[in-house]
Nanobody, 129 residues
Framework: VQLQASGGGLVQPGGYLRLSCAAS????????IAWFRQAPGKEREGVSC????????WYADSVKGRFTISRDNAKNTVYLQMNSLAPEDTAVYYC???????????????????????WGQGTLVTVSS
């Protein structure tokens, strides 16, 4: 069971990136997926999450209106489209999967690290001019 986060890089303020979280060894469609990030010197925080069906999402206030989470279960991949990036978005971004055997919960209830069972290795996003 592996998650591979990719798509990070260096981007200027106001720019955009699309992160991908690809799964291998299991089928993502039964898992809720979340993106977390950890900025230098700060604790890891939840950014966004999406239900297994894709019908329910949650966003941190700091990214609402700028980031969009989506999933393509046929490609076994979840995406995080990040627009209007700002220097404060600089962080290592991690994707995580919540086992489908866990009790059902709406997206806003599963925004915490402890809800997730499998983690990717992280991809670095740097927003700087």
């Amino acid at each position: 069971v592996q998650l591979q986060a990719s798509g990070g890089g260096l981007v200027q303020p106001g720019g955009y990136l699309r992160l991908s979280c690809a799964a291998s060894g299991f089928t993502l469609e039964y898992f809720a997926i979340a993106w977390f990030r950890q900025a230098p010197g700060k604790e890891r925080e939840g950014v966004s999450c999406i239900s297994s069906s894709g019908g329910d999402t949650w966003y941190a206030d700091s990214v609402k209106g700028r980031f969009t989470i989506s999933r393509d279960n046929a490609k076994n991949t979840v995406y995080l489209q990040m627009n209007s990036l700002a220097p404060e978005d600089t962080a290592v971004y991690y994707c995580a999967a919540r086992d489908g055997n866990r009790a059902y919960a709406i997206a806003s209830q599963i925004r915490f690290e402890g809800e997730y069972d499998y983690w990717g290795q992280g991809t670095l996003v740097t927003v700087s001019s």
